[in-house]
């Protein structure tokens, strides 16, 4: 046995190979492997493959090929904690229904996947370029809090109609979408069961599990209803189509490159998406700071700037091998949260935090090939978005309306998310440049003073009231 206490000293960082701005480590030289995190990868790795569905009706693409891509995304996950960033990545979810209505503007086929691949690569080489200049802040504070917190409410509407709208996955799924809804979101925000958790050993395990209760309820609950079939368990392999992926979905293959023009217009949700991107950058450090305080044996090291540069060049990678609606994001949140509430335990739950995320995203990867977990959960894949997709929705929401700083900014906001779910991410900004000029004038970047409160006050609704019929 290793004693890790010799690897690591308390209040040293875990041991690296130093490479520029990142830091590389391995399993079992580096840091201790830890074997609760890597199985409950392997079972999470449900949420993950609910991307399935989403390339399948946006893009036309065959399941095996969609697999190959959710497993080329999984090998670049990795990264994070090979390379020093002490995070559970996942995608940029909510902007997913933003990139979804954006390339639905072109024909499916060729010219979709066209737009993909140049807002996936225009995106990466954005974030590497940030993430090696470390002008992240300066540029994120160039855009009024109105705007951003527009972008956020707009993007968090724009998932819970994705499941919603005519067509979506509510109309296949009710019953299971309602009642899997229902049990995540008590476990997840319930007051009661939060109390319930701090008393029961059962309740705090899962309470620590996030969605995967929900997601394992759900496929008892649309076999019950008969909204799908039982799942029909197969052994083996996981069997992804590369070969076709790299042959008919790929610039380098028979599809070719997208047009200058292309790449030109996907800048305005590039902006979008790398706002969303940004406050994910701000969510991981606060969660960090938090668990600092539990843990004074490690010291953490999160650093935005090797962030930027590995979601860049997860993105750029995607964006010629593997073109991804989900796109490659700095965090999951939820299983993030849930690894650094364990890490917080002590060093005899988690050695480390890279040791806990790291053996995670392995576990994901792992799972993805392995077919009786695959096929389990295969039939409510749809249903497994829905949840990740309102979930984020609650999120966003309410995160958005915390970016303001008054009640103007908070209409602002408004009309912002409004036409960005309507017109898109160039009228949206278009808009919010507008009114924050109408409304801020030469206080264009910084607003007016914040104000706690989010009601209006008589005096501020006078104007519209002036103007009812």
């Not at 507008?434 to 706690?452: Q, R, S």
Request: aromatic letters at 12%; glycine letters at 10%; charged letters at 15%.
């Amino acid at each position: 046995m290793t004693d890790w206490t010799q690897k690591r000293p308390d209040g040293t960082e875990t041991p690296y190979i130093p490479a520029g701005p990142f830091k590389v480590r391995f399993p079992g030289i580096h840091y201790r492997w830890e074997w609760a995190d890597y199985i409950q990868g392997l079972i999470m790795c449900a949420v993950c493959l609910s991307a399935i569905p989403i390339l399948q009706d946006t893009l036309g693409m065959p399941f095996e090929v969609a697999l190959a891509i959710v497993i080329l995304n999984g090998i670049l996950y990795c990264l994070h904690g090979m390379l020093g960033d002490p995070v559970v990545p996942g995608w940029i979810t909510p902007a997913i229904p933003l990139l979804i209505a954006y390339v639905s503007t072109f024909p499916e086929g060729p010219a979709r996947m066209h737009a993909l691949i140049a807002f996936e690569m225009v995106l990466g080489l954005w974030c590497i370029f940030l993430g090696f200049t470390g002008l992240a802040n300066k540029v994120i504070a160039a855009i009024p809090q109105a705007i951003k917190a527009g972008v956020i409410i707009g993007a968090g509407i724009s998932a819970i109609n994705l499941i919603f709208q005519k067509g979506g996955r509510f109309e296949s799924f009710p019953i299971t979408i309602t009642l899997a809804v229902g049990l995540a979101f008590f476990m997840m925000y319930s007051s009661y069961f939060k109390e319930l958790a701090r008393r029961n050993k059962i309740a705090k395990i899962l309470n620590n599990l996030g969605i995967l209760p929900a997601i394992l309820a759900a496929v008892v609950i649309a076999a019950l209803v008969k909204e799908t079939g039982w799942p029909a368990l197969e052994w083996g392999f996981s069997r992804p189509d590369f070969g076709a992926l790299w042959t008919d979905w790929v610039p380098w293959g028979t599809l070719g490159w997208p047009s200058l023009n292309m790449f030109l217009t996907s800048i305005p949700l590039v902006l979008a998406a790398y706002i969303v991107i940004f406050g994910d950058a701000v969510q991981c450090q606060a969660i960090i700071s938090d668990a600092d305080k539990e843990r004074p044996d490690e010291p953490v090291d999160y650093n935005p700037n090797r962030a930027h540069l590995i979601v860049g060049i997860r993105n750029t990678f995607m964006s010629f091998m593997g073109p991804d609606v989900t796109m490659c994001g700095p965090i999951w949140a939820a299983m993030t949260v849930v690894t650094y509430e364990r890490y917080k335990n002590g060093r005899n739950d988690m050695d480390s935090s890279i040791s806990g995320v790291a053996a995670f995203r392995f576990g994901t990867l792992t799972g993805y090939f392995l077919l009786p977990i695959v096929s389990l959960v295969r039939p409510i894949l749809p249903v497994a978005l829905s949840l990740t997709m309102l979930i984020q929705g609650f999120v966003s929401v309410y995160v958005g309306v915390r970016q303001t700083q008054n009640i103007k900014d908070l209409g602002i906001a408004g009309i912002v998310g409004g036409i960005l779910i309507a017109k898109g991410a160039a009228f949206a900004f278009a808009a919010g440049i507008i009114l924050c000029l109408l409304v801020y004038g030469k206080n264009f970047f910084k607003g007016e003073p914040a104000d706690n409160s989010i009601v209006a006050t008589e005096e501020q609704l006078q104007p519209a009231l002036r103007c009812k019929c």
